[in-house]
T-cell receptor, first 109, second 117 residues
């Protein structure tokens, strides 16, 4: 079956670094996405990885290991506005997104 | 990034009425659009995949006669909730698939909050 696992909730301190892990099992693989969703709003696109390695975009970086079925989202210099849910989604062979349940990130001052 | 709009952003209706939600890709053509619903504190649940010019593909457990999807053009898909009931109250989100910088990705509309009384 197809499955995405990510932690339910994480807490971090403003200014610190946090890493949100995601493991996936899909029928075929066409990339791994990370989305940010603030409460009451639709998700917004953060990153896309299809090749192994680290992609850096400002304070956010995303890593992928296809052989391990593993990805992580790294957030640096945390700000209070980064408090949100972070959704991991893998695209299968039919180009459908398989969603994780999301990781609620709580930032404390 | 690409822009997807949804209308209305929120709607309150009486039980038994029908509600239509529009999803538009504003600056690109989308052959495929997706409809999701999300209950509070839960993840997105895919309802159906909408392909321009053909019938939508519904996920298991989603009633196609209750949630009517029409993808009339490359920039517009509509979801009609027919004979709405209080249990249909939810956050409905559409997304449109496109290729950006040779990457297939999905861009989401802002969502429509439906409350059925």
């Amino acid at each position: 079956g197809q499955n995405i696992d990510q932690p339910t909730e994480m807490t971090a301190t403003e200014g610190a670094i946090v890493q949100i892990n995601c493991t996936y099992q899909t029928s075929g693989f066409n990339g791994l996405f990370w989305y940010q969703q603030h409460a009451g709003e639709a998700p917004t696109f953060l990153s896309y990885n299809v090749l192994d390695g680290l992609e850096e975009k400002g304070r956010f970086s995303s890593f992928l290991s296809r052989s391990k079925g593993y990805s992580y989202l790294l957030l640096k210099e945390l700000q209070m506005k980064d408090s949100a849910s972070y959704l991991c989604a893998a695209m299968d062979s039919n180009y459908q997104l398989i969603w994780g349940a999301g990781t609620k990130l709580i930032i404390k001052p | 990034g690409a822009v997807v709009s949804q209308h209305p952003s929120w709607v309150i209706c009486k039980s038994g009425t029908s509600v239509k939600i529009e999803c538009r890709s504003l600056d690109f053509q989308a052959t495929t659009m997706f409809w999701y619903r999300q209950f509070p504190k839960q993840s997105l649940m895919l309802m159906a995949t909408s392909n321009e010019g053909s019938k939508a593909t519904y996920e298991q457990g989603v009633e196609k006669d209750k949630f009517l999807i029409n993808h009339a053009s490359l920039t517009l898909s509509t979801l009609t909730v027919t004979s709405a009931h209080p249990e249909d109250s939810s956050f409905y989100i559409c997304s449109a698939r496109t290729s950006w910088q040779d990457q297939e990705t999905q861009y989401f509309g802002p969502g429509t909050r439906l409350l059925v009384l």
